[in-house]
């Protein structure tokens, strides 16, 4: 790193243009990254019961066992659709290259017409199911493009609303973007002064286009799913913004000890500089404890988090070289000065912390756990078509089902039947079908259908939807009926009760991971197991409140007119995750940077309630400059159409300004000052363990520190 560091800032013009041309072809090699990602999804484990049966009924039938594409015919307020738009219509979709079979009041029996007519009869669907094998983003494409001309007829279904999310992603990026860049160029401007803040745009850019790049690569792997670059925008500038503000700030303190040469650089990278890396390494391997899920949004959320913290750290120690070395002194910016004794306002408000330490941390863990309070009454949901944006069509289909359809208020549940070997005959098969048509949540079922020798496919409607806890004990009750034979039940309930149960089973060992990592993590800065512990604890309350907040906008169905969602009385469960992983990682994170200022301090003599309040004063100001630049990259996520996506964004966001303005300001001195020298506790081999391999930092002598301006 000393090497590098040298090579770097002895030759800055050009090394930046090594970065520039960097730059250049990440953004010539990734920047198509996008259109490369999945647009299905990934909310489903490929091994789940549900997907076996849909995988089984679509190899027997060479088509997917329910319709994926719904044509509305007939405009809303206006005249009745005629059975020759309707036939039409029907004719038209089935001549779509990937669509096996079309059903519409064109061509399905009389009795089986009436959902397919709207209660005023003024309004028709066309119901299209995909051929097995068939691309879905391909087929809605040209599904649309088919009727793109035609003001009659209206084009939804679940595939289409795949698709149109994914677009709505792409298009949500550049309104983020929008939102995103002034403002944090103004507060760039701010907190950084002067043409310093050109290092937190440049660090920006090479962190995204960097992070495209590997994405890139990774995609060629692993399939990635397309809601991962909102988290690579917004996760890649706050960090990117964060690492460079910290490098900045120590940079400025030893051009003011030392002189604007090559030891301030080298000192402001063997200590911040370790700093990032220790920080880098606690988001990453928080974010990568959610490939553990076998859910493909939470794989790709973790894998890009992982990603592009690792990137951002390596892009903050390449670049602020690079700008030392070039402008030196002129990065300086006027000291504000901190009070005729070099006491700034953070170094009282410690001081003033721990003169009553017990009844700061009580008083505010209390309001922290009040925060958290309505986490405890979240109720999952899953996602549906009312995260589909209002304005897309497939939306405007949705609701159009939902509110002029007959059969809206059931679900489909379809049980696929293998009787290979069991000699199972009609007998049994229907005898199997009166036993589900006997339990509580069913509306109707349908004859068993044969689709091979030895499989069979019964339907099954659902009273309710698919969120709703009648449908999902019904699944658990049909998979749990003694059968002859082998059955596998698929549906949106089952897919929801198969989602939480992989959650459920791959939750204790994410966790494990979680904190396990957090706290090695933590050790190896500090040497002890008492501040680990403590983080983990501060932590949880945190990200606690950080849900808490989402239950009680999302949940509770609040601030609609100006988020713009629709609320679905609940909380999507993998957004939950991902906001626990990115709260946690981000907290420590900012942890790693005071807790590493305060162990300098004290091991450079100062006593243990002044190295907390001097370490506190170095990095109060900074780490809350670093919450809102932060709050404000991500939190842009409020600003998408996709209600599961803003969830992440306010979710952290919150979390973030929390830790920082709470959890930083009060309750750590309040702790620290609580135990004192028990802070610094470990057993003697791990201590021994640490002295040989633990992160240590060098430090000004404590004589010098009144010279240091503050941040």
Same mark, same amino acid.
């Given at each position: 790193m000393t090497s590098l560091t040298q090579t770097l800032s002895r030759h800055p013009r050009r090394s930046l243009a090594g970065l520039l041309l960097f730059v250049v072809l990440a953004g010539f090699f990734g920047g198509s990254v996008a259109g490369a990602l999945d647009d299905d999804g990934g909310f489903l484990p490929a091994d789940a019961e549900s997907a076996a049966a849909v995988e089984a009924i679509s190899a027997a039938t060479g088509e997917a066992p329910s319709p994926g594409v719904v044509l509305l015919v007939g405009e809303e307020d206006g005249p009745a659709a005629t059975p020759a738009q309707v036939e039409s219509a029907t004719e038209r979709l089935g001549a779509v290259d990937g669509i096996s079979s079309v059903v519409s009041a064109a061509n399905a029996p009389p009795g089986a017409r009436s959902g397919l007519?709207?209660?005023?009869?003024?309004?028709?669907?066309?119901? %299209?199911?995909?051929?097995?094998?068939?691309? &879905?983003?391909?087929? =809605? *494409? $040209?599904? @649309?493009?088919?009727?793109? *001309?035609?003001? &009659? @007829?209206?084009? !939804?279904?679940? /595939?289409? %609303?795949? /698709?149109?999310?994914?677009?709505?992603?792409?298009?949500?990026?550049?309104? $983020?973007?929008?939102? =995103?860049?002034?403002?944090?160029? @103004?507060?760039?401007?701010?907190?950084?002064?002067?043409? $310093?803040?050109?290092?937190?745009?440049?660090?920006?850019?090479?962190? @995204?286009?960097? /992070?495209?790049?590997?994405?890139? !690569?990774?995609?060629?792997?692993?399939?990635?799913?397309?809601?991962?670059l909102n988290l690579v925008i917004g996760l890649g500038l706050g960090l990117a913004i964060d690492y460079t503000l910290f490098l900045l700030t120590r940079y400025r303190e030893e051009v003011a000890r030392r002189g604007a040469g090559p030891d301030a650089i080298a000192v402001t990278m063997r200590t911040a500089g370790r700093s990032v890396v220790f920080s880098a390494a606690t988001v990453a391997v928080a974010m990568i404890t959610l490939t553990v899920f076998p859910l493909g949004f939470l794989k790709s959320m973790g894998i890009a988090g992982a990603v592009v913290a690792v990137v951002a750290a390596l892009a903050a120690l390449l670049v602020s070289p690079m700008v030392f070395g070039l402008w030196g002194a002129k990065l300086m910016r006027r000291s504000r000065g901190t009070g005729t004794d070099g006491q700034g306002r953070w170094y009282r408000l410690s001081h003033a912390v721990m003169r009553r330490p017990g009844a700061v941390a009580a008083t505010t863990m209390l309001v922290m756990l009040g925060l958290a309070l309505p986490a405890l009454s979240a109720v999952w949901t899953p996602v549906d078509e009312s995260v589909v944006p209002p304005e897309a069509s497939a939306r405007a289909v949705s609701d159009a089902v939902e509110a002029e359809f007959p059969d809206s208020g059931t679900s489909p549940m379809t049980v696929a039947i293998e009787t290979d070997g069991t000699g199972a005959g009609s007998a049994g098969l229907t005898s199997y079908a009166e036993q589900v048509a006997s339990l509580p949540g069913v509306a109707t079922v349908a004859e068993p259908v044969r689709l091979g020798p030895d499989l069979w496919q019964l339907d099954v409607a659902v009273t309710g939807e698919p969120d709703d806890a009648q449908a999902q004990d019904l699944v658990t009750e049909v998979r749990a009926l003694d059968a002859p034979f082998e059955t596998q039940v698929a549906g949106p309930a089952a897919d929801f009760v198969d989602q939480q149960q992989a959650i459920a089973d791959a939750l204790p060992l994410a966790a494990g991971l979680l904190v396990g990592l957090t706290m090695i993590v933590l050790w190896l800065l500090t040497g002890s197991v008492v501040l680990p512990i403590k983080a983990v604890i501060m932590n949880a309350l945190t990200v606690g409140a950080s849900l808490g907040a989402l239950v009680f906008v999302y949940q509770g169905g609040r601030f609609t007119d100006v988020l713009g969602y629709t609320p679905n009385g609940g909380i999507e469960p993998t957004d939950f995750l991902v906001a626990t992983a990115l709260v946690f990682a981000l907290s420590t994170d900012y942890g790693v940077f005071l807790l590493g200022r305060i162990k300098e301090l004290r091991d450079a003599g100062e006593g243990e309630r002044e190295s907390v309040s001097i370490g506190l004063q170095r990095t109060g100001a900074v780490v809350t400059a670093a919450a809102i630049l932060l709050a404000v990259a991500i939190g842009a996520f409020a600003t998408s159409s996709i209600s599961f996506i803003q969830q992440i964004g306010i979710a952290t966001a919150f979390g973030v300004l929390v830790d920082a303005f709470v959890v930083r300001s009060l309750l750590v001195p309040a702790l620290m000052g609580l135990l004192g020298k028990y802070n610094w506790w470990a057993p003697m081999p791990l201590r021994r363990l640490h002295d040989r391999i633990g992160f240590r930092e060098e430090s000004a002598p404590p004589a010098e520190r009144e010279l240091v301006p503050t941040p």
């Open positions: 007519v709207s209660e005023d009869g003024t309004r028709s669907l066309v119901l %299209g199911t995909l051929a097995a094998g068939a691309d &879905d983003g391909e087929v =809605a *494409d $040209a599904v @649309v493009e088919a009727y793109a *001309d035609d003001p &009659d @007829v209206t084009v !939804g279904g679940w /595939t289409v %609303g795949g /698709t149109q999310l994914g677009e709505t992603v792409e298009s949500d990026l550049a309104r $983020a973007e929008t939102f =995103a860049f002034p403002l944090l160029i @103004v507060l760039s401007l701010i907190f950084f002064g002067g043409r $310093a803040a050109l290092m937190p745009l440049v660090v920006g850019i090479t962190t @995204v286009l960097g /992070t495209f790049l590997a994405l890139q !690569g990774i995609n060629q792997v692993y399939g990635l799913s397309i809601f991962a």
